[in-house]
């Protein structure tokens, strides 16, 4: 019998066989069919008679041999009795007592051994299951510690653990609505994570392209595709890919976008219900209350308002409102924020830039079409922190970005300041703290700057700042962050992340070691400007899994020494920018790569790259046309820059005609070439100019325009910001389309977040709460919600205060029976007895509700408003609204019960709760699917349970799928007053597709119809409770919230009871107090309390149930909480209520500035102190006395005052003098002087009472050192000043003149006090220069030299200009009998520099506008200075770059004319020319524009004096030789020589009075060579006296030489006689003397060069000798002061130094036509020969110059 099993556990209802082994099984069958073969004979064994059943009764009832039977439902069928059969064999002769006696005992050893069996079956199965249970965990730990040994094998050799993507779960396909959101979600592992792309019809998705239409996003291997407001284009197929280094994978969905048209389709969720639906309506859409054109400044707040009429005017309806700057869509920032109320919409721009200056057009659609309006805003720069600076530059933008820089663009500034900019710093800031630092240390002018010395991995925000001569700008607006990494770790950093730490993780691959890299591929310069160049390279293929560096060298070009760049700093970005390189050098690059295998081989060399910007600035715009437009406004139109490359835009600008003064019409560069020009002055006339914008710099100003005058055009003008289209080349259009025109098509609206609430026509559960879900809500997955809920905020409170419309019904149970339940009816209160449950009816309630202020208790009407908020297969959970009355005493619970419908016919109702629930929402478990229930609640309080609810509507049982959430519930109102409430609100069960992320309240009127409803917030709350503001008083309005998640916003609650508006009489507000202990707490006060009446203190409207951070006290009619360690997590809205009251409670919202305050109360209260007006200070008086003070407030006569130097008190003394005030509460401490014993810290410290304060004053180092030294010094300057002393010290100004003047004022003088001056430690004697003028002494410097005139001795003193001899230390002595005192002033070095600045200021300030004029060579552009000096430096620009000179540009200086010289002028010269006076400072600048019509001006100028000065070089010239008269005696002969120049080569004719001349033998004519001419006499007779002449003649013009033959008689042989003539042809001849001149044979003078009308006339014979005695004599004189003329000359010029700069080759052309013209010292020869025959005289050789010469006959 040992394997016998225990009936009990045979028939246990929670028996498992499962677990018994083979053996245990097989005994319990066997005992199984024993028991049921001795079953029969056990029922005849009842049957014995009395007396033997009496001796077995002691058995039985020991033993308790019955036991229950229960069938499969745990009903009670009977009782089993175990009944044994015992041996066959006992007949074998034993008696009737016997075997009674051995039945018996059979018996009772047989039960015995069934329980002892029994019971060691049970222990052993006891032993072996804990033996099983100890197995169990060994393998479990086992296989943990396998598992755990395998993973981490796994991370040390992460190639095991790389495979391919999969896809765990893969997108599914959606059909939805037009204009609803839909995702796609996947899950994918592998490992490395995989890249996710999503396609759209095999076309990528980029979410940047369209923003606000896709979404996705990944996370933790789930990744997800949203597309918000689905349109029919959004039909297609989408494919998600997955690619790693293992493989890629790609997973499937369709998504198919329905909309309604015409009927609608019936398989299709039905449209709303209930409301007026938008589909079939045409919409008018009219704004109105335009926003106009709009000014505003840097820093300020602008909004823009439009309001928007909508007709027909649908409930619920919402409009798309859309906000666009120059056609680019806006979203909300923290620059932009934007509202719609419902009829109005608003654009807020909270810190207006200069990047938002541009046209705002606000675009109104709906299914009807779309409206827009558009107005221009103008920002204007903020007010320059220094006077003068230049404004911000705009528009700051991060491209580029990787490991080792960041190249940072920006646009520069309109307003310049009033001077050039000079440059721009950049200032970088690491994301996360507020510290800027600059990042280069000069400006740069161009508008882009690489940004290195970044931190990998860290991302940084960037700002600009210009800089002039005035000082700096303001920064500009921060760029946006920008990471300080490549693309491939940005792209990294999307990936996979650590939860637990945030941290990016990057793995890399096994290294390679002993793998030197390769070199690096396709170098080349990306980038150059003169400021730095940009290279970029691909790394090499053969570097091993190592990472590598980069190693930059440069080479200047033609040369092979290759420097490294970076040999500090690594590169470890394919890119790098260098800097520091010579501008204008060629310089070539390559790159190495690197690792800890060793250095590689360098790339390939760049080409040669020229240092420099490639990028020019623009040329200026062309011509300005201003045409009037509004009264306020012009339109201006321009020509385009030509050539201009990378163009930003224009900056247009405006002057009052006459005043020239310019502003600045536009901040931002605008790109087209028209413009509007606002806020003018109307009826004023302006005049506009233009220049042009790049990345190089601004562009010259166009020429300004022709003055228009502001009036209102004929026809209004052009609406303000908007330009009508425009012709090529202009910037006008239409808006920008960011989706289609619907016009006619009906459309599903999807849920939106407007103010005002609008139609839904997503499928929904139907139109009253509970109905079913649509078709399509059956088909989709939702979520199954749990219910978690907290108790009431204000237990017992009443929303509504009339009685409830059941009360009546229901008064009583004898008049409303109560629907059949199988409920028992039984006590006075609930009972729970076993598994059935009973409670009391007590109809009793509406007495209670008639008579408030009874004190009898009844139990609460019935509550209503029964509702679902979640429905799954076999469940449903109810909401319900609280009872109208609670019948004096607080509702303890509520009881459901629910019946099924069946054909619209009610079943039998059963209750879903044995216990009470305390909330008013319960889950009702146990239903089925696809069946209808009705459902109704009783309430419970101490009195009973109440009378049951109306049955609720039918409502079917099915799952939930929709993707938006259920309505919330459980709404409740607090703090009612006149105009404001709270309404608090639980969250919905049913979260639908995903989390609920914020709140929509509503607001009617309570009699308002259901179209009346409104939007209280259009942008969603993430709290439970909101405060309703701005109702009126005395009204009555109920109240709805709505839930919304990310696919939408979803069902509303049910509405509140109605509320009435009113401030009760009575009523209290939280109040704030701090005591004397500086403790911090909120009190409330309520004179509504009842004996049962709690104070409910609440943090957000949570009840506060813990102490930890406020102890809340109630003592009578009062509360206290008390904050017992306030700080920031203090922060909220703290509410008290108080129950069984008619909604008595208030709230404080303690906000961060209100806790600081309150803290620095707390503080106050606790540590009073003494105010200060003024903290400790100190200053010099007179004599250098140090005086220490402060000023302190309301202090009492008690109050006193310590003084502390270093922790030791002071005390009234010689040293120091104290002293109190206390009316005025001044307090100071006065010390003659300072030593070095009193450097420290001095202290004043101050006690009024409990109050004290002190303030303290540290003096050490050199701040103690600085005020030392002042006292001293401000000691000796009074001593100083007790005798004659130096108001102002030397100094010196220069005047217009450039007349450099010392000066310096002088006080306390007298007439004995002397002036002595010195220089370089040397006396300068006082004479007429020095003055001594109200007290203001002047020296003026001067150089003294002597000039001769007149007589030698003559001597006249002149004052010369500032130069180096004039350098060196000047000093002044003043002194009489009181003292002394001296002034220094050094103007060596430096100093002298300076002073030459300064004169070349006062130059540059005189020098007048280049001019053009042309000459022979070309064009020149010259400047008048008043005076020039040899050390001022002036530098030529030509289009704002330094001029290189060379033989055909050339400058130069003549006397007070600077001049460029522009030799054999081209197109390519014209342009902007500007000569810079440097000056040590910004320089002065003169330019010129040499364009247009003053070019060709100057070039047609130039031909001309080209061609004139080639004519007169080649025409045909008698150069000279010829006297103008020759007197010769008869028979002599006579030879003449002169030179002949001209090209071609001249004709030559000889004339005799007049005539044509002939050679013949008495008259020989040569002409030798081309450039000599003879005329020869053989013999000369009377007849051959006259008038000769020669004349030349070649195509460029004539000239002649003419002379006079006077053939006298003569005297006698005197053989031969040589004469000379000088340069003016006088013959000079023989003797000396004026006798022996006139008694000479031949005299004469220099033959005219050109025709001359005056014939020289043959002087009569008697008079021949003495007239040309006379005539030398006069030639003798002429050319003597000629010559003293020309050495005065040459004397001038050398003292001046006022020499003509001018190259060589200009110089020796100069130079070579004077020489040829003052050959006068060059001796001309005569020959006077004797022979009779005619013999000719002796030819003069070529090369020695003209002669002439004569023989005897």
């Known amino acids: 019998m040992s394997g016998c099993i225990p009936f009990y556990q045979r028939h246990h209802r929670h028996y498992d066989r499962s677990y018994r082994s083979r053996e245990a099984r097989s005994a319990a069958g066997s005992y199984q069919s024993g028991s049921g073969s001795a079953s029969v004979g056990g029922l005849g064994a009842s049957s014995y008679p009395g007396p033997d059943r009496s001796r077995l009764g002691s058995v039985l009832d020991r033993a308790k041999p019955t036991y229950l039977a229960v069938d499969k439902e745990n009903h009670i069928i009977g009782y089993v009795v175990p009944i044994f059969r015992g041996s066959q064999e006992f007949a074998s002769g034993l008696s009737d007592t016997q075997q009674a006696r051995l039945t018996e005992s059979s018996a009772s050893m047989a039960r015995r051994d069934l329980f002892t069996c029994g019971l060691e079956m049970e222990r052993s199965e006891l032993s072996t299951r804990k033996e099983a249970v100890r197995e169990s965990a060994q393998r479990v730990s086992m296989s943990k510690r396998i598992h755990d040994h395998e993973e981490h094998h796994k991370r040390m050799n992460e190639d095991s653990l790389m495979h391919a993507p999969e896809f765990v779960i893969k997108p599914r396909s959606h059909t939805v609505w037009e204009k609803q959101c839909v995702r796609l979600h996947c899950t994918v592992t592998g490992w490395p994570d995989p890249r996710v792309v999503w396609y759209k019809n095999n076309v990528c998705i980029d979410p940047l392209a369209q923003p606000g239409k896709y979404k996705v996003e990944g996370s933790y291997n789930v990744h997800s595709l949203e597309i918000s407001r689905c349109d029919f284009d959004d039909t297609a197929q989408y494919r998600v890919s997955a690619m790693n280094a293992k493989g890629e994978q790609s997973a499937f969905a369709s998504i198919v976008v329905k909309r309604f048209k015409g009927e609608v389709d019936e398989s299709l969720p039905s449209p709303r219900q209930g409301l007026v639906s938008e589909y079939g309506v045409n919409f008018k859409t009219h704004i109105v209350d335009k926003f106009g054109v709009s000014f505003g400044r840097e820093g300020e707040t602008m909004s823009l308002g439009c309001t928007v009429i909508i007709y027909p005017a649908l409930q619920r309806y919402q409009p798309e409102i859309q906000w666009y700057r120059d056609d680019v869509l806006l979203t909300p920032s923290n620059w932009t924020h934007m509202h719609w109320s419902g009829d109005r919409a608003t654009l807020t721009l909270t810190h207006l830039n200069k990047e938002d200056e541009g046209l705002y057009t606000l675009r109104v659609t709906t299914k009807s079409g779309y409206e827009t309006y558009s107005a221009y805003v103008f920002v204007r720069d903020g007010d320059a922190e220094v006077e003068g600076a230049p404004g911000a530059p705009l528009d700051v933008r991060c491209l580029d970005a990787n490991k080792d820089y960041v190249i940072v663009t920006w646009k520069q500034p309109a307003v310049d300041g009033g001077s050039s900019i000079l440059g721009y710093f950049v200032d970088r800031c690491e994301v996360g703290t507020k510290h800027w630092v600059q990042c280069n240390d000069t400006p740069v002018k161009f508008a882009r700057l690489p940004v290195t010395g970044l931190v990998e991995g860290r991302s940084y925000s960037f700002r600009v700042r210009a800089v002039n001569h005035s000082g700096m700008s303001r920064p500009s607006r921060a760029s946006e962050p920008v990471a300080a990494m490549d693309a491939a770790d940005r792209a990294r950093m ?572 009575g009523t209290k507000e939280i109040a704030v107090e701090v005591d004397d202990d500086g403790v911090i707490s909120l009190n409330f006060e309520c004179c509504e309390l009842t004996p049962d009446s709690k104070f409910v203190w609440s943090k957000n409207y949570e009840e506060i149930t813990s102490d930890a951070r406020m102890a809340l006290q109630t003592q009578g009619n009062k509360s206290r909480g008390t904050f017992l360690a306030p700080a920031e997590e203090d922060v909220g809205i703290y509410s008290c209520a108080v129950t069984h009251t008619d909604g008595a409670s208030s709230s404080f919202h303690l906000s961060e500035h209100e806790l600081k305050r309150l803290l620095e109360l707390s503080h106050a209260h606790k540590f009073p102190i003494i105010p200060l007006k003024s903290e400790l200070a100190v200053e010099l008086q007179e004599k250098g006395r140090v005086r220490f003070w402060l000023q302190a407030e309301n202090m009492s006569a008690n109050g006193k005052v310590d003084y502390i130097f270093n922790d030791n008190a002071l005390s009234q003394g010689e040293k120091y003098k104290m002293n109190f005030d206390k009316n005025t509460g001044v307090i100071e401490m006065i010390m003659e002087s300072l030593t070095p014993a009193d450097e420290g810290t001095f202290t004043f410290q101050l006690q009024d009472g409990k109050a004290t304060n002190q303030s303290s004053l540290v003096l050490i180092g050199d701040v103690f050192k600085d005020l030392q030294k002042e006292s001293e010094f401000q000691r000796k300057e009074w001593f100083r000043k007790q005798g004659p002393h130096f108001v102002e010290y030397l100094g010196y100004e220069v005047t217009p003149e450039c007349c450099v003047i010392l000066k310096c004022k002088v006080g306390n003088i007298k007439k004995d006090t002397v002036a002595l001056w010195s220089k370089d430690g040397r006396e300068i004697k006082s004479d007429e220069h020095l003055s001594f003028t109200e007290g203001v002494l002047k020296l003026e410097i001067a150089q003294r030299c002597a000039e001769a005139g007149g007589k030698v001795d003559d001597v006249t003193w002149r004052r010369l200009k500032i130069s180096k001899k004039d350098a060196g230390v000047y000093g002044i002595v003043l002194k009489d009998d009181r003292g002394k005192d001296s002034s220094t002033l050094n103007l060596t070095d430096q100093g002298f520099k300076d002073l030459m600045n300064h004169v070349f200021r006062v130059i540059a300030n005189s020098s007048t506008p280049l001019k053009i004029t042309s000459t022979d060579e070309g064009i020149r552009l010259y400047t008048f200075v008043s005076y020039y000096n040899d050390l001022l430096q002036v530098t030529w620009h030509y289009k704002d770059s330094a001029i290189a000179f060379s033989d055909r540009i050339k400058s130069g200086v003549v006397g007070e004319q600077l001049w460029l010289q522009i030799k054999e002028p081209t197109e390519k010269d014209t342009g902007k020319y500007a000569i810079e006076f440097n000056d040590g400072q910004g320089g002065l600048r003169r330019t010129v524009e040499l364009a247009g019509q003053g070019f060709d001006d100057a070039f047609a100028e130039f031909q001309r004096l080209k061609a004139a000065a080639i004519a007169e070089r080649s025409r045909a010239r008698v150069a000279g030789g010829l006297p103008d008269m020759v007197t010769i005696q008869e028979g002599k002969a006579l030879n003449l020589t002169c030179n002949i120049s001209g090209d071609p080569v001249p004709e030559v004719t000889w004339l005799k009075n007049d005539r044509e001349m002939v050679s013949d033998d008495h008259y020989v004519l040569r002409f030798q060579s081309g450039k000599f001419a003879s005329f020869t006499v053989t013999t000369v007779n009377a007849s051959d006296s006259g008038k000769y002449s020669i004349l030349v003649k070649n195509k460029y013009g004539t000239e002649s030489g003419e002379f006079t033959i006077v053939v006298t008689k003569g005297t006698g042989d005197v053989g031969g006689a040589s004469y000379y003539t000088d340069a003016d042809g006088n013959v000079v001849f023989g003797p000396d003397t004026p006798t022996e001149r006139r008694n000479a044979a031949v005299t004469g003078r220099k033959i005219q060069k050109r025709k001359d009308p005056d014939v020289l006339q043959v002087p009569p014979t008697g008079r021949r000798n003495s007239e040309a005695g006379e005539a030398a004599e006069r030639m003798e004189m002429k050319v003597q002061a000629k010559e003293q003329k020309e050495d005065k000359k040459e004397g001038k010029m050398a003292k001046t130094g006022k020499t003509e700069q001018k190259t060589e080759k200009e110089g020796k052309a100069e130079k070579k036509e004077p020489r040829t013209e003052t050959e006068g010292k060059t001796e001309q020869r005569v020959k006077v020969t004797g022979g009779g025959d005619g013999e000719k005289g002796d030819h003069p050789d070529p090369g020695a110059g003209p002669s002439s010469s004569s023989s005897p006959a």
């Open 494 to 1065: 999307r990936g996979t992340s650590a939860p637990w730490t945030g941290q990016i993780i990057v793995t890399e691959e096994e290294p390679a070691e002993g793998v030197v890299p390769g070199r690096p591929r396709e170098l080349e310069v990306t980038e150059a400007t003169k400021n730095y160049v940009v290279l970029s390279w691909k790394p090499p293929g053969e570097r091993g899994h190592e990472g590598i560096m980069y190693y930059v060298e440069k080479c200047v070009s033609g040369t092979d020494s290759w420097q490294r760049v970076n040999t500090e700093i690594p590169v470890r970005s394919p890119r790098f920018a260098l800097f520091d390189l010579a501008e204008g050098k060629s310089y070539s690059f390559r790159v190495r790569c690197c690792n800890s295998a060793g250095v590689g081989e360098p790339s390939d060399p760049t080409e040669a790259t020229t240092v420099g910007d490639k990028l020019d600035i623009p040329s200026a715009p062309g011509r300005v046309v201003p045409t009037r437009n509004t009264d306020t406004s012009v339109v201006v139109s321009w020509e385009a820059s030509r050539d201009a490359k990378d163009l930003v835009g224009y900056y247009i600008e405006a002057s009052v005609a006459g005043s020239n003064t310019w502003e600045p019409c536009n901040n931002k560069p605008v790109k087209g070439t028209r413009f509007i020009c606002h806020g003018l002055t109307t009826g004023e006339t302006y005049v506009i100019r233009v220049r042009a914008v790049n990345a190089a710099g601004l562009s010259g100003f166009s020429p300004e325009s022709e003055p228009v005058q502001v009036k209102a055009a004929i026809g209004g003008g052009i609406p303000h910001g908007v330009l009508p289209e425009m012709g090529p080349g202009g910037n006008v259009g239409g808006l920008t389309e960011h989706g289609p025109r619907r016009t006619g098509a009906h459309e599903a609206v999807p849920p939106s977040h407007d103010t005002f609430p609008k139609t839904d026509t997503r499928p929904r559960a139907g139109a009253e709460a509970g109905a079913a879900p649509g078709p399509e809500a059956k088909g989709r997955a939702g979520k199954r919600g749990s219910v978690s809920w907290a108790p009431d905020l204000v237990s017992g409170s009443v929303s509504g205060s009339g009685p409830d419309p059941l009360t009546d019904a229901l008064a009583g149970v004898h008049t409303a029976p109560v629907p059949a339940t199988d409920h028992a009816v039984g006590g006075a209160a609930e009972a729970v007895v076993g598994e059935t449950r009973s409670f009391n009816v007590d109809a009793s309630a509406k007495r209670e509700a008639e008579g408030p202020g009874r004190k009898s208790t009844a139990s609460p009407v019935p509550p209503h408003g029964i509702s679902v908020l979640e429905c799954v297969r076999d469940s449903m959970v109810l909401a319900w609204k609280q009872p109208g009355s609670v019948g004096g005493a607080d509702v303890t619970g509520y009881f459901v019960d629910y019946c099924q419908v069946t054909d619209g016919v009610p079943g039998r109702w059963h209750e879903a709760n044995v216990k009470s629930v305390s909330e008013r929402a319960y889950r009702v478990c146990d239903l089925k699917e696809n069946r209808k229930y009705q459902f109704q609640v009783r309430a419970a309080n101490m009195a009973g349970v109440g009378i049951p609810s109306l049955p609720s509507d039918v409502f079917l049982c099915e799952e939930w799928t929709i993707a938006v959430p259920g309505p919330p519930h459980d709404l409740q109102i607090t703090e009612v007053r006149g105009n404001s409430l709270v309404l608090l609100w639980k969250p919905p069960v049913y979260q639908g597709r995903d989390a609920v992320n914020g709140f929509y309240a509503d607001v009617k009127e309570a009699e308002a119809p259901a179209e009346a409803w409104k939007g209280v917030n259009d942008k969603a709350t993430g709290e439970r409770f909101m405060k309703m503001e701005g109702l009126e008083e005395g009204r009555s309005y109920v109240f709805r919230v709505r839930a919304q998640n990310k696919a939408g916003v979803g069902k509303a609650s049910e509405a509140t009871e109605p509320t009435l508006t009113q401030t009760k009489a």
